[in-house]
């Protein structure tokens, strides 16, 4: 497919970098040469200097051949312009990052006016992701399918879980449970467990299942409590406002910290049940006298990484039984890993999977197109959703007659309101939610789940 990326930001790179490597024809621009320098030695993209909002630029991109247009520029109301004219040129379809509170609740007014086919907010997508951390306190990593039939949570093993040193198998012999280990990485291996596989301390785990089986699960290992009622926000960030709101609905107090006096007037004014406190939250007299690591979770969300990875840190050491950290450097990402911080949150990647899950149900609209994806340790492993249609080569067929490709699994089904962990007898019919997790095979459809 022909795609042209507007600004070359974070988040403009980040998607560049991921789709270079799925065979499209990238198209960059940005108006800032230094910007493109990176990306043109380091991609297979075509760098293009100029602003996108410009037709003539727009035409020598190819805008009038593209299938699709993704403006990520640092302002909104620039990259509703870029789109609204991109698809006057032609465009097939056009996404735009809106960031802003204001216009995101607008979302499908503006789909509707401007012609836009997706909508991303980063900030949103992020708080979002650290809402559904909040909730299982014992996990790194929470991500929903099907509507939120189903969960895919990855913890760490520890001695007291009862997993480590015997097989999957054994063990679901002596604990029966619903939910399916997929994923696990120990050291600098990633695998896709069978029931021969045998945990071990120390290991990332991902397991897969309905939401209330995965509940039972963790109870099963002695980790359904310390509920999470007070959170401590480091930063008066769009991010920051997004999770108040989420994490109010369900009765958690918040306090947020923030050095910038007109940040925090806006915010008090916003987020009126919750405590807004102007300081530098990283002064340790502040610290001191705010308590502000006396609290069930901390959540550094400022807009330094540098800050992020000490308070995180520092309140690891404290003790804090849930910490979480922005992140957007990849160095910074594994210096937090290695001082055994796992809750990391990268808006700039989380929107890129957005987009990517785009792409691919463009490249696969008549078959079974991806509907979701996400990229889990490191982007060493998928998963990603589809709707098993009626083209689908292998509807009816159980399982274990198939000929699936090496690190490929069928974790979970959803149909008709129900989560199924298949086995080898299940088999996949019309209209079922289908997550698959392969070792980063760039799947675009279904059937290519098979062996050819």
Known sequence: MKIIIIGNGKVGFTLARQLSGENHELVLIDQRAEALRNADGSLDVMCLEGSGASIKVLIEAGVRAADLVVAVTGSDELNIVCCLIAKKLGARHTVARIRSPEYFREANLLKREVGLNMIINPEYAAAQEISRLLRVPSAFSVETFAQGLVELIGFPIVDSDGLAGISLFEYNRRRPNGVLMCAV????????????????????????????????????????????????????????????????????????????????????????????????????????????????????????????????????????????????????????????????????????????????????????????????????????????????????????????????????????????????????????????????????????????
């Open 185 to 452: 990485i120990r050291g600098d291996e990633v695998y896709v467990p069978n029931g021969r596989f045998v945990p071990q301390v120390g290991d990332k785990a991902y397991i897969i299942g309905a939401q209330r089986e995965i509940a039972k699960f963790f109870h099963t290992l002695g980790r359904d409590g310390n509920r999470i009622r007070r959170l401590t926000v480091l930063g008066g960030s769009k991010i920051a406002t997004y999770l108040t709101w989420a994490v109010e609905k369900v009765g958690m107090k918040v306090r947020i910290v923030e050095q910038d006096e007109s940040k925090c007037r806006s915010l008090s004014e916003k987020l009126p049940d919750s405590l807004v406190i102007q300081g530098d939250g990283t002064d340790s007299e502040v610290i001191e006298a705010e308590g502000l690591l006396d609290t069930d979770a901390f959540i550094a969300l400022t807009n330094r990484d540098e800050e992020n990875l000490l308070m995180a840190m520092t309140a690891q050491r404290h003790g804090v039984g849930k910490v979480i950290a922005k992140m957007s450097r990849p160095n910074y990402i594994e210096m937090m890993r290695e001082s055994g911080v796992d809750c990391i949150i990268s808006p700039k990647d989380i929107t890129a999977n957005q987009i990517s899950a785009y792409v691919r149900a463009m490249a696969r609209s008549q078959g079974s197109a991806v509907e979701n994806l996400y990229r889990l340790l490191g982007g060493a492993i998928e998963a990603v959703q589809f709707t098993a249609a009626g083209a689908t080569k292998f509807l009816d067929t159980p399982l274990k007659d198939l000929r699936l490709k090496p690190g490929m699994l069928v974790a979970a089904i959803a149909r008709e309101g129900k989560t199924i962990i298949p086995d080898g007898s299940t088999s996949i019919h019309a209209g079922d939610k289908v997550i698959v997790m392969a070792k980063s095979l760039f799947l675009q459809d279904l059937d290519e789940i098979l062996q050819e």
